[in-house]
């Protein structure tokens, strides 16, 4: 199983663009079959899935956050990435990166979260 | 979209006793491949969620015998058989037709 490690600031000022990133380690990010998703965790509303990367560079994303915001992937660090810009207070939560190598099982592996809070 | 309602939001347990969380969607979980993704995440304070179960009824490897997940269509269940201290934290189920989507979660917590 692999392991996920979310890195990034933990203040972001409003209107700026928050940038995390997920180190991935037990296996390499371009093997095959694997989704990269990111999933947030805000203070009162829960648990709301972001988007994924798949192993081959294509992205999915969440309905209602499509055009905000961008998950990318590097292979040659093993990592992928979140940018969302124009952050507002609505983006205060805690992001997980996760991970799943099949789609019944896309969200197998996490990582500790990191909390981020948008504020002047 | 599909709305994912969880009950009851709040459940003090017993230690020991069994435990049913219900998770019931606004519409078929049924995918056009024939299977229905639907799954349970427990969190446990300070913790990120993990997965317990995954197609209604399967368990995560490493997950105990004592969790279980039943239903079909738009009704699912998940009953721990015999409560025990570590399963404190909140449940979540969710579906995965299009694009995970998480109920609201029910927090489970010790009499």
């Known amino acids: 199983q692999v392991q996920l490690q979310e890195s990034g600031p933990g203040l972001v000022k409003p209107s700026q663009t928050l940038s995390l990133t997920c180190s991935v380690s037990g296996d390499s990010i371009s093997s095959g079959g694997y989704y990269w998703s990111w999933i947030r965790q805000h203070p009162v509303k829960g648990l709301e899935w972001i988007g994924y990367i798949y192993y081959d560079g294509s992205t999915y994303y969440n309905p209602s956050l499509r055009g905000r915001l961008t998950i990318s992937i590097d292979t040659s660090e093993n990592q992928f990435s979140l940018k969302v810009p124009s952050v507002s207070a609505a983006d205060t939560a805690v992001y997980y990166c996760a991970s799943g190598q099949y789609w019944d099982q896309l969200l197998s592996s996490w990582g500790q979260g990191t909390l981020v809070t948008v504020s002047s | 979209e599909i709305v994912m309602t969880q009950t009851p939001l709040s459940s003090p347990v017993t230690l020991g006793q069994p435990a049913s969380i219900s998770c019931k969607s606004s519409q078929s979980l049924v995918h056009s491949d024939g299977n229905t993704y639907l799954s349970w995440l427990h969190q446990r304070p300070g913790q990120p969620p993990r997965l317990l179960i995954y197609?209604?009824?399967n368990r995560f490897s490493g997950v105990p015998d004592r969790f279980s997940g039943s239903g079909a269509g738009t009704d699912f269940t998940l009953k721990i058989s015999r409560v025990e201290a570590e399963d404190v934290g909140i449940y979540y189920c969710m579906q995965a037709i299009e694009f995970p989507l998480f109920g609201p979660g029910t927090k489970v917590d010790i009499k």
């Open positions: 197609k209604i009824s």
